[in-house]
């Protein structure tokens, strides 16, 4: 069965129609909507130094016709989180951290009506934003880190200014309209914990269409992942609520493995249990009737791994690469042995577009269809004014994904 063939296109034309134009502006003027129990000033979480963040107050800005106001109910601690939170690469403090939030749309201008999509909004509805801008569903991280990070609209990495509710790390987000606008979408179809989840989903919806790419992945492949982090179990979770029945989950930590069955993986390999890539390599085979991977995704940021997964692999095999979000370091290989006689199939990854946005979507209401536990994904909850104790949470990799959950 040919997976290119899932269909959506649809959804792609729902997305581009959506971002087109603005929605007709309305003649008359009345003030914006707003529902009740509003206060004068809310909190947001400043990260103010390197490994700070205080809890600061403001008055919440008045709300435009372009703009949302944003209750937030939750969001999770992304990677591009912990990297601000130790080094602070992007030069941003002091800054409103958080990008996978989500909440509830309290006040709105008389302007907003349809979201990214072209799908309605209204008081109520539950939004989530996206990091990819409007106008160019072609745009990637590339583009985004030459035209943002200082300066555009990606809510959760933007300058602090006088708006102050510029991030999900807050009790409320202030979504700016007009020129100034941001990608979102009315996800009010979806579970809280689903929402929290999206854009790391969106990563693995966007690595397995690159897999696609390459003709190889079936549902009747026998597919590797390497790596059981968040990422991996995502991956295992994507395949498997797609269809793809044989996934061989690697990983050296046994709670993480199990995890995996949960997600979908039919069998496990710790390789802690095996002395050698030899060695390594049999087990996989073993755990798959014997027979090398058709199709294997590489999830992990070890350039050591890197190498491994090319022996896991079958002649004429599929590779996608995806673990190295940042500079992992160089890896070696065998250009002769491990690409060119064995005629691999490579493509790498790196975060997503817009149209995986909507495909993500489906995927989670899939995914709970199914009965996948993908809450268990979230391990760590914190209120707001446990931000710190979050990130240190998150960067002692005790957990998978952790989230702050507002009251
Ligand atoms: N492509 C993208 O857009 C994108 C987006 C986000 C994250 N990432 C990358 O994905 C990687 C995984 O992210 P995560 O959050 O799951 O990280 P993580 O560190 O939580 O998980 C990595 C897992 O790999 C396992 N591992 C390490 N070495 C291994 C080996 N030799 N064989 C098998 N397993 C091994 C670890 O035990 C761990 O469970 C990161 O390096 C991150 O940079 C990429
Ligand atoms: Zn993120």
Redesign the pocket.
């Known amino acids: 069965m040919d997976m290119n063939n899932i269909n959506i296109e649809e959804i792609v034309k729902q997305v581009l129609s959506g971002m087109t134009g603005n929605a007709p502006a309305a003649s008359a003027a009345p003030a914006p909507a707003v529902s009740g129990g509003i206060p004068k000033t809310a909190r947001v979480a400043m990260l103010t130094e390197k490994k700070h963040y205080e809890i600061r107050e403001y008055p919440l800005p008045e709300v435009g016709d372009d703009d949302m106001l944003v209750k937030v109910e939750g969001c999770g601690v992304c ?1 591009t989180d912990a990297h601000e939170y130790k080094n602070d690469p992007f030069g941003l403090i002091p800054v409103v951290l958080g990008h996978e939030g989500t909440g509830e749309i309290v006040a709105m201008g008389k302007n907003v009506k349809v979201d990214s999509a072209g799908k309605p909004v209204k008081i109520g509805d539950k939004i989530v934003t996206c990091m990819i801008f409007k106008d160019d569903p072609e745009i990637t991280m590339f583009d985004l880190n030459k035209k943002n990070v200082g300066g555009a609209d990606v809510y959760g990495l933007l300058p602090d200014d006088d708006v102050k509710f510029n991030g999900w790390f807050a009790d409320y987000i202030f979504i700016r309209g007009g020129k100034f606008g941001s990608t979102f979408f009315n996800v009010s179809d979806l579970d809280l914990d689903s929402r929290i989840l999206i854009e ?1 989903c969106a ?1 693995l919806v966007h ?1 397995v269409e690159r897999a696609k790419t390459t003709g190889i992945l079936k549902f009747n492949s026998r597919v590797v992942v ?7 179990l995502i991956c295992i979770a994507v395949l498997h609520t797609m269809g793809v029945e044989n996934i061989c989950a ?4 046994e709670k ?1 493995l199990e995890i995996a069955k949960k997600m979908g993986a039919s069998t496990t390999v710790n ?1 802690m249990n095996h002395q050698g890539i030899e060695a390594l390599t049999n087990a996989v085979k073993e755990a798959q009737d014997g027979h090398l991977a058709d199709f294997a995704f590489q ?4 350039p ?2 890197h190498a ?1 997964i090319y022996k896991f692999i079958r002649n004429g095999g599929g590779l996608c690469e ?5 500079n ?1 370091g160089d890896a070696t290989i065998n250009p002769h042995f491990d690409l060119c006689a064995k005629e691999i199939n490579l493509v790498g ?3 997503y577009n817009l149209r995986d946005y909507a495909t993500t979507f489906d995927f989670l209401k899939r995914a709970k269809a199914i009965g996948l536990p993908i809450s268990e994904l979230i391990t760590h909850r914190y209120p707001l004014e446990e931000i710190n104790e979050a990130h240190e949470t998150n960067l002692a ?1 005790t957990g998978l994904k952790i989230a702050i959950i507002n009251k």
């Open positions: 990677g790391p990563v690595a390497q790596g059981c982090g968040p990422i991996g690697v990983d050296g930590n993480r390789f999830c992990t940021g070890n050591k791994a491994n995806l673990g190295f979000f940042i992992g990854s790196w975060v990799m």
